[in-house]
Each structure stands twice: as C-alpha cells, then as structure tokens.
C-alpha cells in the first residue's frame, strides 16, 4: 500500500483536546476534519487574519473546518446545533478546535 497519496482524503481525523472545567487535563475527542490543498488553505488563513473584523465568529470558523466527529466521544450526534452547543458550553472548544486544525493541516505534530 502506498505510504503517500497525491490526491488526499477529503477529510481526516485528528484527536482535540478540550477544557474542561473539574478536569486535570483537556478530554480528548476525535474530530473529523475537511481537508483543504495549498489554495484551500490560504484563504481560511485570510479568513483568520480577518476574525476581529465586526460580523466574523469562532462559530463560523470551525463549522467551516469541522465536518464531523466519533459518536463514541460525545453524548449527542454530530449536526450544526450540537456543534455550536459545544462551543457555547466550552468556551475554549472553538480555539482548541481551530489550532488543532491548523497543525494538522501545517503537518506540525509535537514530537515528545
């Protein structure tokens, strides 16, 4: 089986931590991602670098980057609603999800 594909998936799985108020450390949960080519890519880095223009939101932002998540992580099923629910009950679930998304796509992993 080749190792590389020159033409990728259309989406990938990557593990997100999240903060979780009562927890130690973040609670992993694997989210399903949209992969986007070279040009793909340059305008969400546009759109980041427009976020604190008046009309953006984080919401958008990672609804834009999420497609889906494993069912076995979560208490409800993935859909637009449940989606934005995480992220007003987790304040710090839209920035977790976006800089998560964005070392996968950089192809950054840490390395221990």
Do not use: H
Not at 28 to 54: G, I, M, S, T
Not at 90 to 96: F, G, H, K, M
Request: aromatic share 10%; with cysteine; glycine share 6%.
């Amino acid at each position: 089986m080749p190792k590389i594909k020159v033409q990728p998936d259309p989406t990938f799985e990557a593990k997100v931590g999240l903060s979780m108020a009562g927890q130690e450390k973040p609670v992993e949960a694997w989210f399903v991602f949209k992969y986007r080519n070279k040009d793909e890519a340059q305008v969400f880095y546009q759109r980041l670098n427009e976020q604190d223009k008046p009309g953006n939101k984080d919401a958008d932002l990672v609804a834009d980057c999420v497609v889906g998540w494993k069912e076995e992580d979560f208490d409800q099923p993935f859909n637009g609603t449940n989606l934005l629910l995480l992220q007003k009950n987790y304040p710090n679930a839209a920035l977790e999800i976006v800089l998560t998304y964005l070392r996968e796509v950089a192809g950054s992993k840490a390395k221990n």
